[in-house]
T-cell receptor
Framework: AQRVTQPEKLLSVFKGAPVELKCNYSYSGSPELFWYVQYSRQRLQLLLRHISRESIKGFTADLNKGETSFHLKKPFAQEEDSAMYYCALRSSGGYQKVTFGTGTKLQVIP | EAQVTQNPRYLITVTGKKLTVTCSQNMNHEYMSWYRQDPGLGLRQIYYSMNVEVTDKGDVPEGYKVSRKEKRNFPLILESPSPNQTSLYFC?????????????FGPGTRLTVT
């Protein structure tokens, strides 16, 4: 069974401070991992996908297969980063079974 | 505009009264899914569909039905709703040809079952 763990329900940081949102996963195959963001009263939207290795809104995430982690990082938090962040794992092999973590609320304090 | 739409956005109903939540996408996506979002539990996949007439159970399928008769539509059916199905429901779609793009989500349907 696949599982995604986000250990922090709430992460509060001051504006300008570094941010790290943790995500650990359990999956027997090669995982496809994503980060989604949900701003207040809005729908979820894709933030990052592990295969692209790109930076979106200053956020980056590296897949560490040895530690089975996919932590989301940003060097300097902005107030507009305040939102719910979800890590998600999609099973490989053409299936669309997706497991989300329980989410971390990021609160950036001015 | 590329989008996923859901109707209704808000619904209050009573136990046992059958209801359907519609989901439609205009991006010609093959894959579609339904999720429920509950406080402290995040999003949990109810059902997903790989293409027309191809559906499979997610993690929490009990009490729900789906059908995929057309590529653009993926309705969620609650034959006999119960209070524990009170939740926020999201539909999502994604492309088989560009799987790395992740999913596009609908705006959500807030369902209350009394």
């Amino acid at each position: 069974a696949q599982r995604v763990t986000q250990p922090e329900k709430l992460l509060s940081v001051f504006k300008g401070a570094p941010v790290e949102l943790k995500c650990n996963y359990s999956y027997s195959g090669s995982p496809e991992l994503f980060w989604y963001v949900q701003y207040s009263r809005q729908r979820l939207q894709l933030l990052l996908r592990h295969i692209s290795r790109e930076s979106i809104k200053g956020f980056t995430a590296d897949l560490n297969k040895g530690e089975t982690s996919f932590h989301l990082k940003k060097p300097f938090a902005q107030e507009e980063d305040s939102a719910m962040y979800y890590c998600a794992l999609r099973s490989s092999g053409g299936y669309q079974k997706v497991t989300f973590g329980t989410g971390t609320k990021l609160q950036v304090i001015p | 505009e590329a989008q996923v739409t859901q109707n209704p956005r808000y619904l209050i109903t009573v136990t046992g009264k059958k209801l359907t939540v519609t989901c439609s996408q205009n991006m010609n996506h093959e894959y579609m899914s339904w999720y429920r979002q509950d406080p402290g539990l995040g999003l949990r996949q109810i059902y997903y569909s790989m293409n027309v007439e191809v559906t499979d159970k997610g993690d929490v399928p009990e009490g729900y039905k789906v059908s995929r008769k057309e590529k653009r539509n993926f309705p969620l059916i609650l034959e006999s709703p119960s209070p524990n199905q009170t939740s926020l429901y999201f539909c999502a779609s994604s492309s088989k040809g560009d799987p790395g793009r992740g999913q596009y989500f609908g705006p959500g349907t807030r369902l209350t079952v009394t």
